[in-house]
């Protein structure tokens, strides 16, 4: 499948092998349609002139995301949790820019911090723990409400800014955190400068920068 989708130079350091990159972590993940109800494989039936078309408005700054397909799933603890499911493009162009800082930012996060990252699982956590009880007498045990729903934008994007400079990646970052949310009955709900949606590609990583801050630091 030809994937060389053009030659052109653009004015953001985003090539086309980040973007082929990206759609290749996104294929291998699944994931359901956004909104506009196309599928990883409606995306593929046109993958390079798709590919194209979402690189040179990455690279020229000209992308802007589409709102977010709201979905609800049953809590184990009862209740619903909601979602935020990007388009398969707007998953793409996240794990460009997720691919593009995770490593600066795991090299900030705490060795003990297993939450959403790479090569970090829940049974790391689980022997880390049966560790640290034999050398601590006490334990602390949060369950941060609605977390992914009432992250502070402003905090996010000062964490953010203490180690990103470029200017293009915050303002990427910026425009996904402020998408709105379609709901099943149509209805676009604006963000309101909280929120990072528990669905969105990127959302883990940002998450952990936050609350690097709030609790690590």
């Known amino acids: 499948m030809n994937l060389l989708f053009g030659t052109e130079a653009k004015t953001l350091p985003i090539t086309k092998e980040m973007?082929?990159?990206a759609y290749r972590k996104v294929r291998s993940n699944h994931g359901s349609a956004g909104i506009d109800k196309e599928s990883l494989e409606d995306f593929q039936a046109d993958l390079s002139g798709n590919l194209?078309?979402?690189?040179?408005?990455?690279?020229?700054?000209s992308y802007f995301p589409q709102p977010l397909r709201e979905v609800e799933i049953p809590k184990a603890s009862g209740g619903k949790r909601k979602l935020g499911i990007p388009t398969v493009s707007d998953r793409i162009a996240q794990e460009v820019v997720r691919a593009y800082l995770e490593p600066r930012l795991e090299a900030q996060f705490h060795t003990q911090s297993y939450g959403y990252r790479p090569l970090k699982s829940a049974h790391q956590a689980i022997k880390q723990v049966q560790e640290n009880v034999r050398q601590y007498a006490w334990v602390i045990d949060m369950d941060i409400k609605s977390f992914f729903d009432e992250v502070d934008h402003e905090l996010l994007m000062k964490?953010?800014?203490?180690?990103?400079e470029e200017k293009w990646v915050k303002m990427y970052i910026?425009?996904?955190?402020?998408?709105?949310?379609q709901t099943k009955a149509g209805?676009?709900?604006?963000?309101?400068g909280k929120g990072t949606p528990q669905g969105g590609v990127i959302s883990p990583l940002l998450s952990n920068l936050y609350l690097h801050y709030v609790l690590d630091k």
Not at 52 to 61: A, D, Q, V
Not at 159 to 164: D, E, L, P, S
Not at 187 to 192: S, V
Request: proline residues 3%.
């Open 187 to 192: 209805t676009l709900i604006p963000k309101e």
């Open 159 to 164: 964490a953010i800014g203490k180690h990103v």
């Open 174 to 181: 910026s425009r996904w955190l402020e998408s709105s949310v």
């Open 19 to 21: 973007v082929k990159q």
């Open 52 to 61: 194209y078309k979402l690189w040179n408005r990455l690279s020229s700054g």
